[in-house]
């Protein structure tokens, strides 16, 4: 038995089930401890990450765990995003009566985003999409007793009851068609013979299944009240990290379809519409967390062309872990400015936020920017080798959309720019008391510059990186 | 292992027709007993004894006691026998009889036109292959949904505790460290100046 090819996912289920433990039997005021020990354990299973890299790509367990370099990159990027959600939590949940729990739902919840990452056999697949959604309802609704909160979570888990119900069944129809659940045995069946409309309706089953945990259309109506009723660092969660195990769950899944199945119109033609849509609908709001919200949505659209190009192009996949990384790191930043200011949420308290508290205001502007995709921000880099890659691969009209897109993007993120720096706002700026989401926020702006400056030597290590299959 | 596959099979039609016949809950249920012992059994005659022993653990051993419960512990008496008796006009179960009959009708065309022979044949599935497939290629998955119970069992915990428990338990808490606090300075072990600082954070709570 190969213990030590998952022994980051070992960490984070000891650190899990340790948490659960300590805050069963510790008073409430000793719970932000579990924040530690969350970070211990996202930090342990980081390190075993990196030790793991360079390795030949190859599927271990009997084939069903994938271990090659876009499953160890996403990997890093989860762990990454998830000991920034963790850093900036103490505070806000301080007040939480039981905010022990809090952090081992993250460690489970992240374990559910690498499994899907690493997932080689679709059964696998559908337990890590269960359990990063089963982690995930209680972190959208975890201040129970507040309305927003409990909307959110309940949206979040019709849509997600009916998404999952979707992928099991397109799970079941592909094994059906194929008799196996390994992607190696699915994609050698598939390559000779199959009935094509049951593939077809597998395929589609599949895709909507995961669009549900990408934010994309059709199943991205939960996303906007997440960011906006959620608790912040949830929110922060949500919209970032299911999002990278997705993408990737979706590369993998897809390039092991035959190329006459038409994967690749759908996951345009989805693409298309997530991008338009979400900044369609993030151009009249005037709230920011919403707004943070509808973003994600389109920025899921622009993530999905890599997809769309994926086996026309070989640098997709370094693409597609970039382009998350960039984003992660980006909406990362804004969401921890946003916990810092307590999760102040509308745009008219916002105004003048440069004079009163200039390296939050600062964080929050280079953030933004970074979304749209404004050089020498980490941004820019990701949206630049995903253009390429999607012309490369001969999607010029969609490069053409996406184009369109992020120049209307750049009008509603300068919507927040702009009062924040010419306002006038009346009185002082409440923020959090304490360090950790001042320190978190820090971090994330640095590294949005240093991975802007660092873009080079970043894509140099992603460059060669591809499915073990 | 064909007589025992017919026996069983007639045996849990019987018992699920008096299922729906039936007026009285309790018995009702009994008969629901029966008749998933009698589709266990056919799961045997087909070679899965596995299946048929999952079925007979799960389904009559767990979920029916359950039903039985609920059912006692609801108290149906002889007004749910006579509301019972109202539901068994023909209006109500004429559409779903209509619809079951069509099914039938294609089954029984199906088995008569193709070309089973009637025989039933397949190599039996025991529960340690069973096993061996479970521990050898998905021992990562299985070990997983572990995981995955595990995080449902806490959101649910958190989610379903009322607030007013977790009040309660806070209150409870703090108490506990006031009677500890108030201890130490009976015991004469703590100076002036520990003591000021505790009752200062009594004061903060206040």
Known sequence: MPIGDVLPEISLTLGAVAIVLFASFVRQRQHHWAAVLALLAIGLGAGLTVAQWGGAPRLTFSGVWALDGVALASKLVVLVAGALVVAMSPEWMRTDRRHGEYYALVLFALLGVIMMASASDTMELVLGVLLSSVASYPLAAYHRGWAPALEAGMKYFLIGALTNTLLTIGVVVLFGLTGSTGYPDIAQTLATDSDRLALTIATACVVLGLTFKLAAFPAHAWMPDVAQGSPVPAAAFLTVIPKVGAAVALARFVSLLPPDVASRAIVALISVATMTLGNVAALRQTDVRRLLGWSSVSQSGYALMAIVVLGVSDQALPALVFFLASYATANLAAFAVVTHLRGRTALDDYRGLARHAPIAATILIVSLLSLVGIPPLVGFFGKLMLFRVTLDGGYAWLALVAAINTVVSLFYYLRIVAPMMFGNHRSAVHVLSGQWARATMAVAGVLLIVGGLGAEALSLFTESIRFAL | ?206
Request: aromatic share 6%; charged share 15%.
């Open chain 2, 1 to 206: 292992m064909q007589i025992a596959f017919y026996l069983s099979g007639l045996v849990a039609i019987l018992a699920t027709l008096r299922v729906v016949t039936g007026t009285h809950p309790v018995h009702a249920l009994l008969y629901l007993i029966v008749s998933l012992i009698a589709v266990a059994m056919v799961f045997f005659a087909l070679g899965a004894p596995f299946a048929g022993a999952l079925e007979i653990i799960v389904y009559a051993g767990a979920i029916m006691v359950l039903f039985v419960f609920v059912v006692m512990m609801l108290n149906l008496g002889e007004s749910a026998v006579e509301q019972e008796r109202a539901w068994l006009q023909p209006r109500a179960w004429m559409g779903p009889a209509i619809l079951t009959a069509v099914l039938l009708i294609v089954m029984v065309v199906t088995l008569a036109s193709g070309d089973y022979d009637g025989s039933i044949s397949g190599e039996t599935l025991t529960a340690k292959m069973v096993g061996m497939s479970l521990f050898g290629p998905y021992l990562v998955i299985v070990e997983l949904a572990a995981m995955l119970l595990l995080a449902a069992l806490v959101a649910a915990s958190h989610l379903g505790r009322s607030e007013a428990h977790d009040e309660a338990d806070l209150a409870r808490e703090r108490q506990r460290e006031l009677n500890e606090q108030a201890s130490a300075v009976a015991s004469g072990e703590t100076s002036i100046h520990t003591r000021e600082e505790s009752r200062d954070t009594q004061e903060g709570k206040a």
